[in-house]
Each structure stands twice: as C-alpha cells, then as structure tokens.
C-alpha cells in the first residue's frame, strides 16, 4: 500500500503561488498513477490533476488548467502540485492519493491511501 503525506499548503493572497508536495516515506509511488483532489467545506472531493505512473502524461480540471502543474520526482519519491495565479474558490484541502486502475480516472473512488490533506487558503 501506499499511505500519502501532503505537505505545502497554506494561506496565500489572490494571485499568488504554492507548490504542494505528497510523499510517502518509506513507500513508493513506482507503478502507481498519482492524482490530487480538493474538498471545500459542505462539497464533495472534486478532481484538480492526474500524472500517470511514467509521468508521461498529465490530466487537469478544466478549473485549473493553464494555472496547476502536476509533477513527479521518482528519485525523491514526490509528487508535487505547483498551483500558480491562485483564486480565493481555490480554496480547499488538497489530498493526494494513488490508483492502481488506468490512467485517467477522475472519480475518488479510484483512488486509494488518501492522506490527511493539506490546507490551502486564498485570500482575495
């Protein structure tokens, strides 16, 4: 199994950037599809990106797509979200976790060993 560690959120202005890391020490994230996704209060965990277990392929919401990155970093075993031009509805925990399915998937149900979310904060 895969047990994700988030790290990198916090309170940032409007416009302004955070790279957010998940790593898992100890684990690797080698064969695995690696996505992020965000949880505001009162709504449902929506899809942000998906990097496929080569890193040869990236996936976004259309509400992040120009503005979030997703990498990997197979040596240091991480799987970063550089999120640039935040906006205040930006505004969520973010959790990392892993799917063993085909590459693609943006439902949470397709993804296993969530981490504990880190929160990330755009003031406006």
């Known amino acids: 199994q895969v047990q994700a560690v988030e790290s990198g959120g916090g309170l940032v202005q409007a416009g302004g950037s955070l790279r957010l890391s998940c790593a898992a020490p100890?684990?690797?994230?080698?064969?695995?599809?690696m996505g992020w996704f965000r949880q505001a209060p009162g709504k449902e965990r929506e899809f942000v990106a998906a990097?496929?277990?080569?890193?040869?392929?990236?996936l976004y919401a259309d509400s992040v797509t120009g503005r979030f990155t997703i990498s990997r970093d197979d040596a240091k075993n991480t799987v970063y979200l550089q999120m640039s031009n935040l906006k205040p509805e930006d505004t969520a925990v973010y959790y990392c976790a892993a799917s063993g399915e085909e590459f693609g998937k943006r439902s949470p149900a397709s993804y296993v060993n969530w981490g504990q979310g880190t929160q990330v904060t755009v003031s406006s």
């Open positions: 990097i496929s277990w080569s890193g040869g392929v990236s």
């Open positions: 100890g684990r690797t994230f080698n064969g695995y599809n």
